[in-house]
DNA sequence: CACGGCCTCCGTCAAAAGGGGGACAGGTGA
DNA sequence: TCACCTGTCCCCCTTTTGACGGAGGCCGTG
């Protein structure tokens, strides 16, 4: 079975670079290629590709948002290598958001950028070093939810869940019973209850209880805080 | 220069396999084999090696303990690749917050092992392409730091930033007041400027907002919820 | 069916939180 | 020097929160 892919570069002689390595490999097929992310987005369409590999920088569409429109649409199946000179944070972060599946720089060795495309192909991921580096750094620093702690979930009901996570946006009792379709009386019960269940003494420390349990996450809050 | 690894595995012929894999090539050198984790210690303490190959599983202290005070022991400058043979999260969390720079499963092909042991040399990281999909699936799914709300937390002074990380703690005004040293109606005031220059209505607001910023983290925290 | 858990709602009450004033000392910079 | 910010503290007042006890309806299990 052989591994179909689209090249995206603004750059047609990096393109043919690309393509001149892995089209070497009898099992890689480079059936594309692309200038722009509305032509990634446009070939991966037509050609269906097992992976695309994305420059970021291009006219028309940067690869980022190519990466996120490909992922996301529900009759691609393509994987998305991303393929970089400079490796700022911001535009890792980006892309992993976007739903890249690896983050290589330019100036990784044929061999590697091969095995990693088969990696990719395989399900797996696959990261530029010094980027795994970070990427493990911040994870650590970040922190992760304590299992322990999560456990404590599952002595809330339900309801006492969903009322948890509307406190932990932020809501007033009057507002969470509008949310939730209940009395306020009914609130403060469900509250207490919390509370109590969880040895917490006020609403405060249910909110950090919520963040710590994972029950919500930072970054994924809609309000304007 | 030749890289210098200490093999830590409570099975003899695992090491073996190992040291044969490595030992053949002529940058790598096997300086030690440990079969627990105290020895791990102790000999990475004698023969200060590059990198430490480190099972989880073994005797008289486990591998990611081992880890953990080889890491952050100032006087080794020794990174630790963790080789186990099951993934489950909890193991990989742990070594990565230990301060592994690798982590690979142990039907890695040798060639890849080879390599990433050079890798790690390198100042780089590397974990098992399963392993790297998840760390990016949990990485994009908790979200990250919206910058513009972070620059939020510039308009507070120091003291403010203080109140509010002591808020997020989930202590009350009068244990706000104990900790910094001043009276409950010092605390309201500064907690009232804190709302007023957010745009926050209650302290459940702040302590959001004060995750949602980065002015506290998830699982650094020492409470107990 | 009887029991228990869950969800819903009441009333009452005390404590906590928050708003809106004002005041004063120390420091900093125009 | 004077205006301004910061940090400290005070009083008074309203709103919110949370505790406690009670109660009825629904539903699944023994």
Redesign the interface.
């Known amino acids: 079975m052989t591994i179909r892919i689209i090249v995206a570069d603004d750059q047609a002689l990096v393109r043919s670079g690309f393509a001149m390595i892995l089209g070497n490999e009898n099992d890689i097929d480079i059936v594309a290629e692309a200038g722009t992310g509305n032509q990634a987005i446009a070939l991966t369409k037509i050609h269906k590709p097992d992976i695309v590999l994305m420059d970021i920088r291009m006219p028309e569409m940067d690869g980022l948002l190519a990466t996120e429109k490909i992922v996301q649409d529900p009759e691609l199946a393509a994987r998305v290598l991303v393929l970089t000179t400079f490796d700022p944070d911001e535009y890792i972060?980006r892309a992993?958001?976007a739903?890249a599946?690896g983050f290589l720089l330019k100036d990784t060795p044929p061999v590697e950028l091969i095995s990693a495309v088969r990696?990719i192909a395989?399900?797996?991921?696959?990261?530029a070093?010094?980027i795994?580096?970070r990427?493990?750094g911040?994870?650590?620093?970040?922190?992760?939810?304590?299992?322990r702690?999560a456990k404590r979930l599952e002595r809330l009901t339900n309801r006492e869940r969903a009322v948890l996570t509307a406190?932990?946006?932020?809501l007033?009792n009057q507002e969470v019973a509008s949310e939730l379709f209940v009395e306020v009386a009914t609130v403060k019960t469900h509250i207490s209850s919390i509370l109590s269940k969880?040895g917490?003494?006020?609403?405060?420390?249910a909110?950090?209880?919520a963040?710590?349990?994972?029950l919500v996450?930072?970054?994924?809050?809609s309000?304007g805080?």
Do not use: M, N, W
């Open positions: 972060y992993l958001q739903g599946s990696t395989g399900g797996g991921a696959l990261l070093p010094s795994t580096k990427l493990i911040s994870f650590a620093k970040r922190g992760f939810i304590d299992e702690i406190v932990a946006q932020g007033s969880l917490l003494r006020d609403r405060t420390q909110v950090i209880f963040y710590e349990s994972g996450e930072t970054g994924t809050t309000h805080y």
